[in-house]
Nanobody
């Protein structure tokens, strides 16, 4: 399993970013995927989840209405569209999948939101 995140960067408050996670080494279309984030000095926290089919999504309360998770099965890629970004969204963002009870993580991509 390999997960490679990209798309992070520095953005002003109120701005937008789209993160991508390229998946390989497993049948992407068969598994649910998630985004997590970890801010400095804090524990990793759940951000968003999408079912294997893409029909069902779930969000942390802090991002609901601002972030959208999606997947492109043809490209084996997971996305996170982040709008109306706030300084408290600053963190390293990770994509995740769980296969056979084992969690796999990417290396993360840094998102920094300036006020």
């Amino acid at each position: 399993v390999q997960l490679v995140e990209s798309g992070g960067g520095l953005v002003q408050a109120g701005g937008s970013l789209r993160l991508s996670c390229a998946a390989s080494g497993f049948t992407f279309s068969n598994y649910a995927m998630s985004w997590y984030r970890q801010a400095p000095g804090k524990e990793r926290e759940f951000v968003a989840h999408i079912s294997w089919s893409g029909d069902s999504t779930a969000y942390a309360g802090s991002v609901k209405g601002r972030f959208t998770i999606s997947r492109d099965k043809a490209k084996n890629t997971l996305y996170l569209q982040m709008n109306s970004l706030k300084p408290e969204d600053t963190a390293v963002y990770y994509c995740n999948t769980r296969i056979g009870g084992y969690d796999s993580w990417g290396q993360g991509t840094q998102v920094t939101v300036s006020s």
